[in-house]
């Protein structure tokens, strides 16, 4: 009964109903005469006049028990949401009378009063199949085609949040004040009956539900359901939609209006990525736990134990008084974000334990806005941190074989870390086979050997892949173990590669690995290289005609790569300069060498714009591609339209962001505070995040057709946006696919496609500023460039 929502009809409930029913009838009915003999009318009152006392009683009942019933708050229910509810249900109440009215009316006036008495029979036919289709299309919960057809067939404007809030908080503070229960009498003892209100309004304190939770979207034990529409898919019982549009109008009708056979690319993908079975690796689950238990604090678990708030200090000098507390409110925040951490990583290991005994189980995806694919679940997945990543591995193994056993210690050398993965290939084996001594002390004596694994960027991914090579070179045939670890291939940068693609540049293109050398190119050492010769340069002036010549003084000797890594990586995606201080602030505070936060904050700004400037010199194209996008969803923007495109895959795209807008409505209940979204859209946003946005719809259809033939090839495949998954034995054919579907991808005119689909939206867009076709696109196909794949094995 609670699953198909029909709680309200239970014979206890209807019990209830029949002593709660006059008196709440008769208090609408006080009401209703109250507002008209009123000059001054509520809000409400209009609203309460169309239906009849008993009527209203009726539903506000029925829903609020159907609410509290039926809720997740265990007999509980928000008072916004609550008034909403019985708002919308009255209107709908009100429409389907409006609609039998206005059919009669019609009726009468075709066909004259003669034949009244004819028409009233076959109307009241039409009534009851009109009633039936409307209640029918109520109980499917389609409300929008209930309003739709109510307000063509009545011509009636929809009510709003606001009037419906106002009517339902009024309704629900009279069944408060009308509404009784007591016990059984078989229960009262011999008792005078204990009479006490049905509902209560109160506050209730958030802290206490927080207790508890239920994790929603497991893995599932099963493959996921084939995806055949927009909500239909992934689970088998949960709601699943093929798409994250929380809440935005125009992506959910772009989605629901697009044909399927224009998405059936999109579906397979997900499908794809859906059917990867994976398993908990329970030897780096049970090493998480003891070092969990412990206390964590290593190997990149949150510590288990607050930061000590400093004390007081004695003396009342105001300085002193400031300055302690600048470090409690800074200890606070570090002890709430570990707090946060450590709730985190309780979920999960919660669900890693509730898996680990499972043979194999499988994440449903779906995608955001921009096409970028996602695991339905949310807490141990692979996208996620270290600890879940070297948790998980795939269920089905497979034999390393020659290439497979050179990929697996390639993989270690990558995991590690510390400028170890920009080595070339032959300098990664060296790395490993002159550390096999403490790879094969991290698997065997993980917390009581030296613990080498700690010391890696990724310590568990580098635990697991230290215990996977150790079990194959202990083997008698190391090149017929079977491996379940996953063996991870990333992008050189990213999103920069699609923007050298893009603009057909061929020196950017080779700073980002698109045509082959020697070695890897590595982007971020190369901005580095170029930030410190500027800020050597700016060192050697004279302090007292250029300031900044102080702030590279102090940063000659702390310029590296990872000082650069993350701005370089955001500034395809929109990174401001705000945004760039804060990142190399958080790293130049890592290094510990600036202790004063004011000169920290100096420099952080000054090697900002340096970054900037070295970003803008390196990659012109990119940036000439990046501004001729924002100028597009200006000119759009300034005709109250959001940017819309179609990827490469067929999804269509419309960014959602747009001027919320936010009411606070004052009822007899309480002040209820309502957000929608506005009709006028975010030009700011809109130009910022159409560049990004842009990219990332770009690097998600070149990873689903890469799991779309990946999964035709018969390899097992995962993928985390531009780091892609499979078994050792099948890193080089994968790379193969790569190649190919990053060549099939650009030779199709992408931006010239934008172009005119832009064009639709608005007749003023901008032309390509810039020359393309520099450089063949195919050349990543003859050449073994585009990611780190070796030039010979």
């Known amino acids: 009964m609670l699953e198909k929502k029909l709680a309200p009809s239970l014979p206890y409930v209807k019990s209830l109903f029949l002593g709660w029913f006059e008196p709440f009838r008769d208090a609408i009915e006080k009401e209703k005469k109250l507002q008209k003999g009123k000059m001054h009318k509520a809000a409400y009152a209009h609203h309460m006049s169309l239906l009849p006392a008993d009527k209203l009683a009726v539903i506000v009942m029925y829903k609020m028990m159907g609410l509290l019933m039926t809720g997740q708050e265990k007999g509980c229910v928000r008072v916004v949401q609550a008034a909403i509810h019985v708002g919308e249900a009255i209107e709908q109440e009100v429409s389907v009378e409006l609609v039998i009215i206005h059919t009669y009316l019609e009726k009468t006036k075709r066909h004259g009063k003669r034949s009244c008495q004819c028409d009233n029979v076959i109307l009241s036919k039409e009534q009851q199949k009109r009633h039936k289709y409307v209640l029918k299309l109520i109980k499917m919960k389609k409300l929008a085609e209930v309003q739709k057809l109510l307000r063509v067939e009545a011509d009636m404007e929809p009510w709003g949040r606001d009037a419906q809030a106002k009517l339902g908080s009024r309704l629900i503070e009279m069944l408060i004040e009308s509404a009784f229960v007591q016990p059984p009498i078989d229960q009262l003892g011999g ?22 939770m239920v994790i929603p979207y497991l893995p599932m034990l099963i493959p996921p359901k084939k995806w055949k529409g927009y909500n239909k898919g992934g689970h088998l019982c949960l709601p699943s939609f093929v798409m994250r549009t929380h809440g935005s109008k125009d992506q959910q009708d772009a989605i629901k209006s ?13 499908d794809s990525l859906g059917n990867t079975k994976w398993r908990v690796n329970r030897r780096i689950l049970d090493i998480v736990d003891t070092v969990w238990h412990q206390g964590g604090g290593v190997a990149g678990l949150v510590d288990c134990n607050d930061i000590p708030e400093p004390e007081r200090p004695e003396s009342m000098d105001p300085a002193e008084i400031k300055k302690w507390r600048w470090k409690t409110r800074k200890a606070r925040k570090a002890n709430n974000e570990m707090h946060a951490q450590r709730c985190d990583t309780e979920l999960k290991l919660s ?20 096409g970028r694919v996602y695991p339905m679940h949310s807490c141990l997945n692979h996208l996620s941190s270290d600890l879940c990543r070297g948790v998980l591995e795939f269920a089905q193994g497979r034999q390393l074989g020659k290439s497979g056993l050179w990929w697996l210690k390639i993989h270690l050398a990558n995991i590690f870390g510390g400028g170890v993965e920009k080595l070339s290939y032959d300098g990664r084996l060296m790395f490993v086979e002159n550390h096999l001594n403490d790879i094969f002390d991290s698997a065997t004596n993980p917390l009581d050997g030296k613990r080498w694994w700690i010391n890696a960027e990724d310590p568990f991914q580098c635990l697991a892949a230290c215990m996977d090579l150790s079990d194959a070179l202990s083997s008698p045939s190391p090149q017929c173990f079977i491996s379940h670890l996953p063996i991870h291939q990333d992008g050189s940068c990213n999103g920069l590669q699609h923007y050298a693609a893009l603009g057909r540049d061929s020196l950017e293109a080779a700073a980002v690995n698109l045509v082959a050398g020697e070695k890897p190119a590595d982007v971020y050492s190369g901005i580095a290289a170029r930030v410190y010769e500027i800020v050597k340069k700016d060192s050697l002036r004279d302090p007292a005609v250029d300031p900044s010549a102080l702030l590279a003084r102090i940063l000659v000797d702390q310029v590296d790569r990872k000082l650069v890594k993350q701005t370089v990586m955001t500034s395809v995606y929109g990174v401001t300069y705000v945004g760039a201080r804060e990142q190399i602030k958080r790293r130049l505070s890592e290094k510990g060498h600036i202790t004063d936060d004011r000169l920290l904050f100096t420099a952080s700004c000054y090697a900002a714009k340096v ?17 001729w996008l924002g100028d597009c969803a200006k000119i759009i923007a300034t005709e109250n339209q959001p940017v819309r495109w179609t990827t490469p895959l067929g999804l269509p795209v419309v960014q959602p962001y747009r001027n919320a807008e936010r009411h606070l409505i004052k009822t007899s209940l309480q002040v209820l505070a309502l957000r929608r979204e506005g009709s006028l859209v975010a030009a700011k946003q809109q130009k910022t995040a159409f560049p990004p946005n842009f990219v990332h719809s770009l690097d998600g259809s070149h990873m689903m057709m890469t799991a779309i033939s990946c999964r035709n090839s018969g390899l097992q495949f995962a ?25 099939e991808l650009y030779n199709i005119p992408i931006l010239e496609n934008v172009s005119r689909s832009l064009f639709c939206y608005s007749i003023t867009i901008l032309h390509i500023p810039f020359s393309i076709y520099q450089y063949d696109s195919s050349y990543i196909l003859r050449k073994r460039v585009l990611l780190h794949v070796p030039n010979d094995q």
């Open 719 to 743: 993928a985390v946006h531009d780091s892609f998954w499979t078994h050792a034995c099948d890193v080089d054919k994968m790379n193969e696919i790569l190649r190919e579907q990053f060549v």
């Open 611 to 627: 970054t900037l400037k070295a970003l803008g010199e390196t990659f012109q194209a990119a940036r000439s591609i990046m501004k």
């Open 191 to 212: 008792n005078l009956p204990d009479i006490q209100p049905a509902f209560r309004h109160t506050l209730k304190n958030a802290a206490i539900e927080a207790r508890y």
């Open 351 to 370: 669900v890693a334990h509730k898996m680990k005994d499972e043979e194999g189980f499988y994440y449903p995806h779906n995608l955001d806005f921009r």
């Open 258 to 270: 697009a044909p399927k056979k224009q998405l059936t690319k999109v579906f397979e993908a997900l």
